[in-house]
């Protein structure tokens, strides 16, 4: 039995897991949020209670050797020599890195390289692998990347068709995302349907304030939604998903900004929170749908539209496809939308039961028995698979 850490380091903030494993028993989960600003927050949870508290953390060094001796103090560990590894959630491993690996200097020398490619997430990333090294030397720190399960995705589905020498020289190609909960969705629903992973096609979508589609061919992701960056595919949270890329240079005219501005529109004002003007959340979008509202429900009807779109090419391109599976937070829990994209797929044989589909985050196959494609919610569980990567690299 070892336990194992799973850390996702941001910019202000730093969640941490310790799982024993290879029980994948949670011991217990916390956040530290607010680093380096004003009145930091440091909450964790004991035995289904949740503890907080209001601190001064300066930075990820100060928030790593806090959490830890916290740990010591709530009796949780005895040293830190009881943590036999740390599996860090970094979110790109350009276009070399197609598994979990132990982060050695040449590894992190390599990531330093590409920051520019993710420079938002990849940098905090770092930080938080360096914040750990240095108070945990003589443990093995693995990472675990949200872009390794896509190195799969064949040449003519991660090439732009953009002048080649775009992605010789400047690595333009899509990389895809949120990889670690594909996979972990996928094989998990290769297991519900009672077969190896090499033996089925599933469609995973991935749903929450991020968004993206998988097309898995056997165990392999042979596409996905999101691309260069997080911000192509379907309409997210706040981000746009695809648009016609002509429209960045009408916009920066129109509303005389730069490029940079104009993407921060794509990225912070646009998805839901854009076409709505109510909210990036899906809670309050449903519920304003519900009370009549036109614009809430034409944002969640133009995700889902693009979702269904996405979905039935994927179902083409991998010849039929055993499973769709919807996971994330609107994934586990959107019951309406849910079923508003599965209703859009009925001339594949989609077919919801609403009976099934009106639990929320849990386990469950939610299409009818005369259904041609199974449909399935499946919670997702990154830390999970980050600490079974971390545990078999130890
Ligand atoms: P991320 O990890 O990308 O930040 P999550 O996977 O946590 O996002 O998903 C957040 C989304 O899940 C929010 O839009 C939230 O409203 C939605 N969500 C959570 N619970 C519900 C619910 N009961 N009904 C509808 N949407 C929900």
């Given at each position: 039995m070892k336990k194992i850490m799973a850390v996702n380091a941001g910019s202000s903030s730093l969640k941490f897991q310790l799982l024993e494993m290879p029980e994948e028993k949670l011991v217990t989960s916390g956040i530290v949020e607010r680093i380096g600003m004003k009145h930091s927050i440091f909450s964790i949870k004991v035995n289904g209670e949740k503890l907080e508290e209001t601190l001064e953390i300066e930075n990820h060094g100060i928030a790593v050797n806090i959490l830890l001796n916290k740990l010591i103090d709530l009796k949780i560990i005895a040293s830190f020599d009881e943590i036999a590894g740390v599996g860090h959630r970094v979110v790109h491993g350009g276009d070399r890195i197609a598994e979990?690996?132990?982060l050695e200097q040449d590894e992190i020398d390599y990531l330093e390289s590409i920051v520019d490619l993710a420079p938002l997430h990849l940098g905090p990333n770092l930080i938080g692998i360096k914040a750990f090294k240095?108070?945990?030397?003589h443990v093995k720190h693995v990472g675990v990347f949200d872009t390794a399960f896509h190195h799969t995705i064949p040449e003519e589905a991660f090439l732009y068709a953009v002048p080649y020498d775009w992605y010789t020289q400047y690595k333009v190609r899509k990389y895809g995302f949120h990889g670690t909960s594909h996979k972990y969705v996928s094989y998990r629903c290769a297991e519900l349907l009672g077969k190896k992973p090499e033996d089925v096609n599933v469609i995973v979508a991935h749903i929450g304030n991020g968004a993206s589609i998988c097309a898995v061919k056997g165990g392999l992701s042979v596409d996905t939604t999101m691309g260069f960056t997080p911000l192509e595919g379907i309409p997210m949270g706040t981000r746009s998903g695809?648009?016609?890329?002509a429209?960045?240079?009408y916009m920066m005219n129109k509303k005389h900004k730069s490029a940079k501005?104009?993407?921060?529109?794509?990225n912070k004002q646009s998805g839901y929170l854009g076409v709505s003007g109510i909210s990036s959340d899906s809670r309050d979008l449903v519920a304003a749908a519900e009370s009549g509202n036109h614009r809430a429900k034409l944002a969640i009807d133009v995700q889902a539209k693009r979702m269904a779109d996405y979905i039935a090419s994927y179902y083409v391109y991998m010849?039929?496809?055993?499973?769709?599976?919807f996971t994330a937070g609107i994934g586990e829990n959107a019951v309406p939308t849910r079923?508003?994209?599965?209703e859009r797929l009925a001339v594949l044989g989609a077919k919801i039961d609403h009976e099934r589909n009106s639990?929320?985050?849990v386990e469950q196959l939610i299409s009818a028995d005369d259904s041609k494609i199974k449909v399935f919610v499946i919670p997702t569980n990154e830390e999970v698979m980050i600490a079974r990567d971390t545990l078999s690299l130890l």
């Open positions: 979990s690996i132990v240095e108070v945990l030397p695809n648009i016609d890329p429209i960045i240079e501005e104009i993407t921060n529109f794509l010849g039929g496809a055993d499973a769709i599976v079923a508003n994209v599965i639990k929320v985050r």
